[in-house]
């Protein structure tokens, strides 16, 4: 059986971190240290021991070393199967400084850990207000009920979409860099038209979610470990169901490794989603589509893995783990009625799918994007997006009542 005081002190042992200090005070330490002068030491150790920073920074790790992603793990933990929540509660959460924006689970002598690295959880922002930008462009270009349903916008509005992905290479090329953090400009954040910051924290916090359920998937489902076949039990009804549809569409099987990633991912959104005897809502639902989107857009375009050339590497590429999700979204949620404002799981997993191409298409394809223009580039996005909002709307229609939400005026960038 695993500890939690055995696999948070291997964690904080392999890191050479304090047992009672959280890892945001070991950072200040460490920018201090190598600060290029006195001044800028003098900076990071004023706000290392500011009264107001430290409850955060003399936090004394538990469950993670960091206090968010400790609320994080208490929240997933809640909702995992009862037969799971021991081993759950035993798991140690903890964020790394260097390395690759990545994750990972691993064990050592029944220490059951979840290694976070920090430059993977500081880009989730800017992932998050790309998909904003995305959505103002399309959205703008759609207005239901007419008999032009794409209409123009502000001359003011054009170009900030390929923009947002100019800027997303450039600090991706930061950002695989495993020596050093980088946070970016942060220029999408700041500027991008959607969520407010309290929205968009909420984003990120999704995001971070689904990473951690992610890799805790992997400890309980005995990725990490040998044996564990009850709690493989546990989850097999809901994998086999979503496995069976998957293979319904693509009749694909894909390598072992391979399959045990996506079963993580599934394993996540469905703990997120409150799939496991829990009483779920459409909050539940779209927080878990979300965040596995912009986790996995994130660390596809820092890494590369859009589609199939091979089945070597360890994950399976974007498109693989994208059609996967997707069949559990069709699974789980083809007979759930719309929400009161005529939202459906499926109608916002359509949305992210086109994010996703369209993502692909400026990262993969820049030249072909550019040579046609963003006017015609988002006027072709909104057309296939009217395209499957009807056959959806076929397939789950809309309220009677149901009149569309008039889209928010662009927020102007803010100052910080």
């Not at 994130?298 to 498109?319: C, F, K, Y």
Request: glycine share 6%; aromatic share 8%; net charge negative.
């Amino acid at each position: 059986m695993w500890r939690l005081k055995n696999s948070r002190g291997t964690f904080l042992d392999e890191y050479g971190f304090r047992r009672d200090r959280s890892f945001w005070w070991h950072w200040a330490s460490w920018l201090a240290q190598s600060a290029p002068d006195a001044d800028a030491r003098a900076e990071m150790l004023t706000w290392r021991d500011a009264p107001k920073n430290r409850p955060a920074v003399e936090w004394e790790p538990t469950n993670s070393n960091c206090p968010a992603i400790s609320e994080v793990v208490n929240r997933l933990v809640s909702l995992l199967p009862a037969e799971w929540r021991g081993l759950g509660r035993n798991i140690f959460v903890g964020i790394a400084p260097l390395g690759d924006a990545n994750a990972v689970a691993w064990n050592n002598d029944r220490r059951g850990i979840v290694e976070l690295n920090l430059q993977y959880l500081w880009v989730l922002d800017e992932y998050g207000a790309a998909f904003d930008e995305f959505r103002h462009a399309v959205a703008r270009r759609i207005t239901r009920g007419a008999d032009m349903p794409l209409r123009h916008h502000s001359d003011a509005d054009y170009g900030a979409l390929l923009a947002s992905w100019r800027h997303l290479q450039d600090a991706a090329e930061l950002w695989r860099d495993t020596s050093l953090i980088h946070l970016g400009d942060q220029r999408l954040t700041r500027l991008a038209p959607g969520r407010l910051p309290e929205e968009r924290d909420r984003l990120r916090a999704s995001a971070e979610t689904f990473i951690v359920g992610h890799e805790l998937a992997h400890h309980v489902l005995a990725h990490t470990s040998r044996g564990a076949h009850r709690r493989r039990r546990e989850a097999e009804e809901i994998l086999a169901g979503v496995r069976a549809r998957r293979l319904s569409k693509e009749r694909d099987e894909v390598p072992e490794h391979w399959q045990q990633e996506l079963d993580a991912d599934v394993t996540s959104m469905a703990i997120i989603a409150h799939r496991f005897e829990h009483d779920a809502s459409a909050g539940d639902a779209y927080a878990a589509l979300f965040g596995a989107v912009i986790a996995l857009l994130a660390a596809t375009h820092i890494h590369g893995g859009w589609d199939v050339e091979g089945r070597s590497s360890t994950h399976p590429p974007l498109s693989v783990r994208l059609n996967n999700l997707g069949a559990a979204v069709e699974e789980w949620f083809s007979d759930t009625p719309r929400g009161p404002y005529g939202d459906h799981p499926l109608d916002l997993w359509q949305q992210l799918e086109l994010f996703t191409e369209m993502a692909r298409l400026c990262i993969e394809e820049p030249q072909w994007v550019e040579g046609i223009g963003e006017e015609d580039f988002l006027t072709r996005l909104a057309a296939v997006h009217l395209l499957r909002w009807e056959s959806l709307e076929a397939r789950v229609p809309l309220p009677i009542d149901f009149t569309a939400q008039a889209l928010p005026e662009r927020r102007p960038p803010r100052d910080t």
